[in-house]
């Protein structure tokens, strides 16, 4: 994994996704951070430096986003101009399937701006056939290049679906998490009062579903199989603020 330099500190406010892993990415883009300084372009991330990207570039850009989340060097954003340049077109990097908690906003802890990601939000990171479509859509037709499917410690859906809760329709939606509650191996107290079982269902929710968006998408694993994409999975800590990305 590369370290920050110290450029980071300075660099112009859209290239997130251009401070990637070593000088080679950088001379693929023309050269230093204000390469676009100036250019209304630089505000959003077009689809000639998105298609210049590996999916390994990419996940290597929310690892840096997140570093400097936690050391709390994020950058101060224009979202209104971020908005106008993305407003004729978007090119996002990469297909988010994320849970809903209000704690866990992938854009703020992995420091990306508007059109950098698709984020499909639910509780427990589940996967269905309208956002299997909708991840196949950001990666097929749109030219996403990587879906990670991101978990979170102390998800309050896992709780439920340890628990046996039911409540309308969530009771259909818990239902997709308790293969994982079965499937996880745990010699402790197993039970949602026990965090710690409670995040290792939540990690093999996240594999399980990982595995089943290859299985049941014929579309992304083909995609996946070709190298044109990478699906992968992650984990939130909520405590710390890190997100732990699978690979």
Not at 56 to 82: C, D, P, S, T, V
Not at 180 to 206: L, P
């Amino acid at each position: 994994m590369h370290q920050d330099s110290g450029r980071d500190c300075h660099c112009f406010d859209r290239r997130n996704f251009l401070r990637l892993a070593g000088g080679a990415t950088a001379a693929a883009f023309g050269g230093g951070s204000l390469l676009f300084a100036g250019d209304a372009r630089a505000d959003a991330l077009t689809k000639e430096l998105r298609d210049k990207l590996t999916p390994e570039q990419i996940i290597e850009a929310m690892k840096k986003g997140n570093r400097r989340f936690r050391r709390g060097e994020r950058k101060e954003r224009n979202y209104l101009r971020e908005q106008k340049a993305s407003a004729s077109g978007q090119y996002p990097a990469a297909a988010l399937l994320t849970c809903m908690d209000a704690r866990a906003p992938a854009e703020v802890i992995m420091d990306l701006g508007i059109g950098d990601i698709f984020n499909c939000r639910v509780a427990g990171n589940v996967e269905n056939a309208d956002i299997l479509g909708s991840l196949e859509y950001a990666c097929k037709l749109a030219g996403a290049k990587v879906v990670l499917v991101m978990g979170h410690t102390g998800c309050g859906a896992i709780k439920g679906a340890i628990d046996n809760a039911e409540l309308g329709n969530l009771t259909g939606l818990l239902a997709k998490i308790k293969p994982a509650v079965q499937a996880t191996a745990y010699t402790g107290e197993r039970s949602a009062k026990n965090y710690a079982f409670v995040d290792a269902v939540a990690r093999k929710n996240v594999e399980m579903t990982v595995a089943d968006i290859r299985k049941v998408s014929p579309v992304l694993a083909e995609l996946e199989a070709k190298g044109t994409i990478k699906i992968t999975g992650a984990m939130y800590n909520l405590e710390t603020g890190a997100v732990e990305f699978f690979s």
